[in-house]
């Protein structure tokens, strides 16, 4: 893996479910890592529903670490350059420990 490549700061954020002051439980993300990464080129495409909407896609490829090798696509997300980015998949390359890639969408804003 080449470090230079590295070159894009982002936030791996983790949902946790928390409790406000009368008992209500919210899900919430909360900041569980930042790494840099090397960032692919985007691939949108456009879905055809109500409204045409375009859909990006990224991959993501890290320096595996314990804090990354844990990461799964189901309780964990990428924020990057201010958008939200859902994980789609994991990818541990082998399990050679050198490398993880994460394939993410875009989330739809609310």
């Known amino acids: 893996m080449e470090i230079s490549k590295l070159n894009e700061r982002i936030v791996i954020e ?10 209500n439980h919210r899900n919430t993300w909360t900041d569980y890592f930042s790494c840099y990464a090397y960032a692919s080129t985007y ?18 490829t ?9 990461v ?9 350059r201010g958008e939200a ?10 399990y050679q420990k050198k490398e993880v890639r994460f394939k993410c969408r875009r989330e739809a804003r609310p």
């Open 14 to 23: 983790k949902n946790a479910v928390t409790v406000d002051a009368i008992g």
């Open 43 to 60: 691939q949108a495409e456009e879905k055809e529903e109500a409204a045409a909407t375009e859909e990006r896609s990224i991959t993501f």
């Open 62 to 70: 890290v320096r595996w670490c314990s804090e990354t090798s844990v």
């Open 72 to 80: 799964t696509s189901t309780g964990f997300r990428v924020r990057f």
């Open 85 to 94: 980015y859902d994980i789609e998949a994991v990818d541990l390359m082998n």
